[in-house]
């Protein structure tokens, strides 16, 4: 605990700096910049070549100059709750789009999907998230179907397939709906996002956010989120309702805060946890190395609502083919 503390007071120290200087771009020496560079540009240009071959491969020749939005994100987290002690989880998201696909598909490889992050209490806290480090239980290798529907005009729908990689193999299914309502004569947009999910191990689960928000200015943002899940390994459904208000600190850093209470049970609904949070996020170098620094406090029923603290650092490595400008 003492290590993240001091890990997260140097984070800090230099956004302090950064902020005072809103022309840089980095809060990173130049000797450790001048490291990260070319491990970025080379995994960089791998991920897109790689993308843009398999594209023209199923596709055709425009995959060479369409805009493609594959990514490769790794983040490392590290969090410290009073009731679970020390803990960390390792992740990696890498997806690759195929824009030019007659079926417009998407290959996705994750190893901390939606559906292994547990309750919603748990997510909160993200005491499910702990010590996963890359656990192959976790680990997924699937296919996606994109609609080419404008969400804002017509529900989206799309399907997924695939396997978790583990012996015996464990596949999956998946299919997700959006929709996004734009208020009309008013500033307020209402978005929601649902999922469908069968595990052959971990059965069906299903899940649906509905985030209401508007601008408070150019800086600030406002939004009401509830959420609603249910799984079949637990066989409860479980409901949230937060407010969350966000905020610009600069062109590299924001800052939100929320307040979340969760519920279960459809027939004898009861909260069963609130919790408190704030999330400050920052660039510290040409949107390659962010930070994430999240304390939160929770009130959970079974403890009698007593507080309970929690802190959660990330450190996040995205790798994103389409920054062009010098670094």
Aim: glycine share 6%; hydrophobic share 35%; no cysteine.
């Amino acid at each position: 605990m003492n290590k993240l503390l001091l890990l997260t007071a140097l984070l800090l120290s230099g956004t302090g700096y950064a902020e005072e200087n809103p022309e840089g771009d980095s809060d990173l020496p130049l000797w450790v910049a001048d490291k990260i560079t070319p491990v970025h540009d080379s995994v960089t240009n791998w991920l897109d070549n790689s993308a843009r071959n398999i594209d023209n491969f199923f596709g055709n020749d425009d995959s060479l100059t369409i805009e493609n939005g594959s990514y490769l994100r790794f983040s490392q987290e590290f969090s410290w709750h009073e009731r679970d002690d020390f803990g960390s989880d390792t992740a990696l998201r890498l997806r690759l789009d195929l824009p030019t696909t007659e079926e417009r598909l998407r290959i996705l490889i994750e190893s901390d999907p939606e559906e292994a992050q547990g309750t919603l209490a748990e997510q909160g806290a993200n005491t499910a998230r702990n010590n996963n480090d890359f656990n192959s239980d976790n680990f997924l290798i699937g296919l996606r179907r994109l609609s080419s529907r404008d969400k804002r005009e017509h529900w989206r729908f799309d399907a997924g397939a695939g396997i978790k990689v583990k012996l015996p193999l464990d596949p999956y299914v998946r299919f997700s709906g959006e929709r996004q309502w734009l208020m009309e004569d008013s500033p307020w947009v209402l978005d929601s996002w649902n999922r469908v999910s069968w595990f052959n191990k971990e059965g069906y689960s299903a899940r649906s956010r509905w985030d209401l928000g508007r601008p408070l200015s150019d800086t600030q943002h406002l939004r009401f989120i509830t959420n609603v899940q249910w799984q079949e390994e637990v066989d409860t459904l479980e409901y949230s309702e937060g407010i969350e208000f966000n905020q610009l600190l600069g062109t590299r850093s924001a800052i939100r805060y929320a307040a979340v209470a969760v519920g279960r049970s459809a027939s004898s609904p009861k909260l069963h946890d609130y919790y408190l949070l704030s999330h400050y996020r920052r660039n510290l170098h040409k949107e390659i190395l962010f930070v994430d620094f999240i304390p939160e406090l929770h009130f959970p029923r079974e403890q009698d609502y007593d507080a309970e603290f929690g802190v959660t650092l990330r450190l996040e490595l995205l790798f994103r083919a389409d920054l062009s400008w010098g670094r």
